[in-house]
Each structure stands twice: as structure tokens, then as C-alpha cells.
């Protein structure tokens, strides 16, 4: 993996690509340490993967189906802190682990 700063919102966010193909596999925004965002497409086993939250849903495409329980966000989120208590909720408390330190 290789590793980077992109922001396209003026903030830090540091990343980790893919050093054949580019693609993002994380992100860890700087001024949320308590966020880190795992790209679940790059994941070799998704089973135990269930999302919570889903964000920008203006944008979906029309065949995404989304279910009844989960947080929804027209765009971007002013606060995570629903999204982590759902987490919480969910696995039980996360990780202080920081993958960019």
C-alpha cells in the first residue's frame, strides 16, 4: 500500500491506495480521529460486513436498495457521532488503533 494526503473538502484525510491499481482502500479524516472509512469493495470477505450508515443517498443510483433500519444522509453528515454510537451498537466499542500514525 501506499500512502498519501487527499483532501478535497481542505482538511487532511490520510489515505492508503493500492500501489498496482490506485485505488483507495482507507481514509482517515484528521479532524476525526475517531473515523476511519474502510473502502468495503476492497475487501476479500465481506460477510461479516453491515453498514449502518449511508451517506450522500441524493446521489444513489436507482437500483441501490437500501434498508428500512439504516441512518440515512441526504449528503454529508454535520456530525458522526450517530453513525458511531450505531457502530457501537453493533460491534461493541471500536478500535483507538490509528493506521496512519
Known sequence: MSKG???EHSFNLCSAFCPSCGTRIYHAPERNPEIFNVKP???DNTKWFMPVTHLWVTSAQPWVQIPNDAILYPQQ?????PI???W???LGKP???RFCD
Not at 453528515?77 to 457521532?81: W, Y
Open 5 to 7: 494526503q487527499l483532501s
Open 41 to 43: 469493495g476492497t475487501l
Open 88 to 90: 457501537q451498537t453493533l
Open 77 to 81: 453528515p454535520e456530525t458522526f457521532e
Open 84 to 86: 458511531l454510537q450505531a
Open 95 to 97: 478500535s483507538q488503533r
